[in-house]
């Protein structure tokens, strides 16, 4: 079931955070300031209680940037991830924005597909942008 962000999942989010982003994890409060900032959007996948994927988006004036999106390991390659940024997107759309954004790691393959096939393409590269040296891609989809 996909179904917008509530704040009791806060807690499931951050933990999955964690997991899936040792280093780099948005904590409990910096995903409790984004739900309340009235400038986000967040869905949840959840099955049988359990949250299995998340992903937001925040918007600016014109653009808006997808802060995190992710999947429990034993969901991926279900549609989920897709289906994720496809409800985020549609939002962003809705609310008028002209672009998106995002970042990704470059050896993210995975999801650089995922984007890839969501009408993103690569902008450029931040270099040593993680704090293990990684370089990130940063990526847009274009809606004018
Ligand atoms: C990226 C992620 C969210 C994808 O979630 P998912 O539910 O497995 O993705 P989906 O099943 O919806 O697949 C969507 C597309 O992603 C790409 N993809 C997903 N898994 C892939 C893999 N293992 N290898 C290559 N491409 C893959 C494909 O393009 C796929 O589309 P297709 O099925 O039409 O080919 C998931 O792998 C994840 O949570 N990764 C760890 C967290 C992360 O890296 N998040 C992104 C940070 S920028």
């Not at 099955?47 to 995190?68: C, H, P, R, S």
């Not at 496809?86 to 999801?111: C, D, H, W, Y």
């Given at each position: 079931?996909?179904?917008?962000?509530?704040?009791?999942?806060?807690?499931?989010?951050?933990?999955?955070?964690?997991?899936?982003?040792?280093?780099?994890?948005?904590?409990?409060?910096?995903?409790?300031?984004?739900?309340?900032?009235?400038?986000?959007?967040?869905?949840?996948?959840?099955?049988?209680?359990?949250?299995?994927?998340?992903?937001?988006?925040?918007?600016?004036?014109?653009?808006?940037?997808?802060?995190?999106?992710?999947?429990?390991?034993?969901?991926?390659?279900?549609?989920?991830?897709?289906?994720?940024?496809?409800q985020?997107?549609?939002?962003?759309?809705?609310?008028?924005?002209?672009?998106?954004?995002l970042?990704?790691?470059?050896?993210?393959?995975?999801?650089?597909?995922l984007?890839?096939?969501?009408?993103?393409?690569?902008?450029?590269?931040?270099?040593?942008?993680y704090?293990?040296?990684?370089?990130?891609?940063?990526?847009?989809?274009?809606?004018?």
């Amino acid at each position: 079931m996909f179904r917008p962000w509530e704040f009791k999942d806060l807690m499931g989010i951050s933990l999955l955070e964690k997991d899936l982003f040792p280093g780099t994890a948005w904590t409990f409060q910096m995903l409790a300031d984004s739900f309340h900032s009235g400038k986000f959007y967040g869905v949840v996948c959840e099955e049988d209680g359990l949250i299995v994927g998340y992903g937001g988006v925040t918007f600016g004036v014109e653009d808006a940037e997808i802060d995190n999106i992710g999947v429990r390991e034993v969901y991926r390659g279900e549609g989920i991830g897709k289906t994720i940024l496809g409800q985020l997107v549609k939002k962003a759309k809705e609310k008028k924005m002209n672009r998106i954004f995002l970042e990704v790691r470059v050896s993210n393959t995975p999801a650089m597909l995922l984007y890839l096939h969501h009408g993103f393409h690569g902008l450029y590269t931040r270099p040593r942008y993680y704090p293990d040296g990684e370089d990130a891609v940063v990526m847009v989809r274009e809606f004018l």
